[in-house]
C-alpha cells in the first residue's frame, strides 16, 4: 500500500513519527509513519483501532488503511485551533466551540479518552467550520473519560480566555468549573446543554 502512494513527500517530523503527503485513488492522504520499535508500532495500530470506532461518528480523519508502522488517512485541510480562534469571528468561534464540546461529549459517552483536551493545540484542525480532531495514538478506553471537561479548562486558560475576550466573548470561570463538576457525575445530555448554553 505504501508504495501505491504517488507523489509522497514529507509533510511534518516528530520525535516517534514522520507524516508524509501523497496521493492514492487521486485523493490527498496523509501517511504516518513510525520506526519499528514495538512501543511506537502499538501507537500506530492504536491509533487505526480509534479511528475506526471514531469514524462511524464522523469524527477524525476517514481512515484508508493501516499496517504495523503506518496508518493511511484522507488530508486534513484547515488551521489549527488557536489560530482559527485568533483569525475568525465570534460568530465562528462559537459555531466552533459548540461542535468540538459535542465531539468530546461523543468521545465521553463512548468512553474513549483522547488525553490532550486540554492542551489541543495541534490535535484539532478547522476548516469552514467543519471540525476534525487528528491524533488518537494514544487514545484509551475508560470509564472516567475527560474529554469535555479537559476542553472547557482549555478554554478558561489564561491565554485563550483572553483571545476569546478580544473576540468578545466572555465566559464565566467559575460557572464552567460549576457545570463541569456537574458533568462529571453524570455525563448527561441536560449537563452538555448547559455547558453549550454558556457559549452564546
Known amino acids: 500500500m505504501f508504495n501505491k502512494i504517488k507523489n509522497k513527500k514529507v509533510f511534518s517530523k516528530g520525535k516517534r513519527s514522520v507524516i508524509y503527503v501523497g496521493y492514492f485513488n487521486n485523493q490527498k492522504v496523509a501517511i504516518k509513519k513510525v520506526n519499528k520499535r514495538k512501543e511506537i508500532e502499538h501507537s500506530i495500530k492504536n491509533e487505526a483501532i480509534f479511528l475506526k470506532i471514531l469514524n462511524k461518528h464522523k469524527i477524525g480523519p476517514k ?3 493501516s499496517k504495523n ?3 493511511v488517512y484522507g488530508f486534513v485541510e484547515g488551521e489549527f485551533i488557536e489560530n482559527f480562534f485568533e483569525n475568525s469571528t465570534k ?3 462559537l459555531v466552533v466551540i459548540k461542535k468540538i464540546i459535542y465531539q468530546c461529549y461523543v468521545l465521553d459517552k463512548l468512553k474513549i479518552n483522547k488525553l490532550e ?3 489541543p493545540y495541534k490535535h ?7 471540525v476534525t480532531m487528528i491524533d488518537f495514538e494514544r487514545a ?3 470509564e472516567k473519560p475527560k474529554n469535555v471537561t479537559q476542553f472547557l479548562s482549555y478554554l478558561i486558560s489564561k491565554k485563550i480566555s483572553l ?6 466573548i466572555n465566559i464565566n470561570k467559575n460557572n464552567i468549573i460549576k457545570i463541569s463538576k456537574q458533568y462529571k457525575k453524570d455525563y448527561s445530555k441536560k449537563s452538555l446543554n448547559k ?3 454558556v457559549f452564546k
Open 63 to 65: 481512515l484508508i488503511y
Open 69 to 71: 508502522n503506518y496508518v
Open 91 to 93: 460568530r465562528s468561534i
Open 117 to 119: 483536551m486540554h492542551h
Open 124 to 130: 484539532i484542525l478547522i476548516n469552514k467550520n467543519k
Open 140 to 142: 484509551y478506553f475508560t
Open 163 to 168: 483571545i476569546l475576550k478580544k473576540k468578545g
Open 195 to 197: 455547558i453549550k448554553n
